[in-house]
């Protein structure tokens, strides 16, 4: 109680901010346009895709449509929940500065940006190709960087590569299911199939990130894996 006190008292709030010669138009209001940013997806059992995202502005209400700022693709948003403690509680909207999570983005990803206004696609692109020059000729203020890596998170190259293999022929299709799912959840996993060997080849952050893969297989989908 005494910090949140202090925290009030002594820190700046963010309506005082310096403004600078970039104005990105995200304004926390529940009546304009949303904007909204997936920054986590978990794949759920009994729910399917679970999408965690942060509104910048708006009010994001279930039963609704919103577009993908990266393809501009349109997705239901049918149920919203609330994170509290561990427990996912419904509720029917999620304003400015809060978190919730979405239940229905069945191709919504880590690092996607999300409006319910189709015309105002270009309006934001056009800001963050604005904050993309800045970056490049280094007069970005903080606001312009984080801008300029909105559309989707920059997720660096693999650099450790393996082959995964199953006993059979349906193991093998559960396999590829569970890494759509994972891959999903963790856009710097990734997997294909080698065009001259077809083997299920994956590809990540080092080897303790796929031995997590195949702990995750293992206990999550029942999928035992062997290295190659």
Sequence with gaps: HVLLEA???YLPS???RIETHFQANFHHNPATPITAYAFKVI???SRGSLVYFLVY???LRSHSHVYRLADRERERVNRLLLSQAGDLK???EVGPGNIGVAVGLRETQTGDVIT???DILTEISEQIETANDCVLKCTADPRQIWLSNLVRLNVPDAVFYCTLYVDSREEERELVKALQHLTTEDPSLRYKIDSSTQDLVVSGMGDLHLQILMDRLKHEYGIIVKLG
């Design 90 to 92: 419904e509720t029917c």
């Design 43 to 45: 794949q759920d059992r």
């Design 7 to 9: 925290i009030v008292e």
């Design 57 to 59: 502005s708006g009010m």
């Design 116 to 118: 319910d206004k189709e």
């Design 14 to 16: 963010p309506k005082d």
